[in-house]
């Protein structure tokens, strides 16, 4: 199981964001994220914990290691709003986490 | 540039069968792990179902598993989800989406899905 924290966020553009994703149990490295905005499908935002899907902004990065894990956005865009979800695929069934929703003021 | 166009959705009847596809262009077809997720009204994304490349593996979510058959024909470059026993709870977004040939099962290309509606 993969819990996400907070469940909403809502932060003025240049600041910080900072979203938890907690597993279970360990999933190693083998952790994405995806943002979503209304209406869209799902984008890749990292994998494999750390690494920036290809276009995405300097401004994402991932870290964490084992059950505990951050995605951070240094300095907020009115762009950035959307719902991020992180996946795991260390083990099956793959799963995701319930979401967390990013508003910008 | 690669484009993944899902089709096949619509209203069903509980304990009917629909089947989904997804063609792919711009790829390697074969090179790629293929997934379905999918997305009820509201709710967050869950993992439906995953083939590998040639077709030799397949992974179920314990939801659907029995119910649904995942298939690819590479020669089509096209993803199949053939949904079976059909229930209210499987109404959703389906989404197919590809693999990342460095990191298999994160997925890095997505369809902009079909809706599946399960109701009397």
């Known amino acids: 199981v993969l819990t996400q924290s907070p469940a909403t966020l809502s932060l003025s553009p240049g600041e910080r964001a900072t979203l938890s994703c907690r597993a279970s149990?360990?999933?190693?490295?083998?952790l994405a994220w995806y943002q979503q905005k209304p209406g869209q499908a799902p984008r890749l935002v990292i994998f494999?914990?750390?690494n920036r899907a290809t276009g995405i902004p300097a401004r994402f990065s991932g870290s964490g290691s084992g059950t505990d894990f951050t995605l951070t956005i240094s300095s907020l865009e009115s762009e950035d709003s959307a719902i991020y979800y992180c996946q795991q695929r260390s083990y099956w069934p793959l799963t995701f986490g319930g979401g967390s929703k990013v508003e910008i003021k | 540039e690669i484009q993944l166009l899902e089709s096949g959705g619509g209203l069903v009847q509980p304990g009917g069968s629909l089947r989904l596809s997804c063609a792919a262009s711009g790829l390697t077809f074969s090179d790629y792990d293929m997934t379905w997720v999918r997305q009820a009204p509201g709710k967050g994304l869950e993992w439906v179902s995953l083939?590998?490349?040639?077709?030799?593996?397949?992974y179920y979510a314990d939801s659907v598993k029995g119910r649904f058959t995942i298939s690819r024909d590479n020669s089509r470059s096209t993803l199949y989800l053939q949904m079976n026993s059909l229930r209210a709870e499987d109404t959703a977004i389906y989404y197919c989406?590809?693999?990342?040939?460095?990191?298999?099962?994160?997925?890095?290309?997505w369809g902009q899905g079909t809706l599946v509606t399960v109701s009397s």
């Open positions: 989406a590809k693999g990342i040939a460095t990191s298999p099962n994160f997925f890095d290309y």
């Open positions: 494999d914990a750390s």
């Open positions: 083939i590998g490349g040639f077709g030799y593996s397949t």
């Open positions: 149990q360990s999933v190693s490295s083998y």
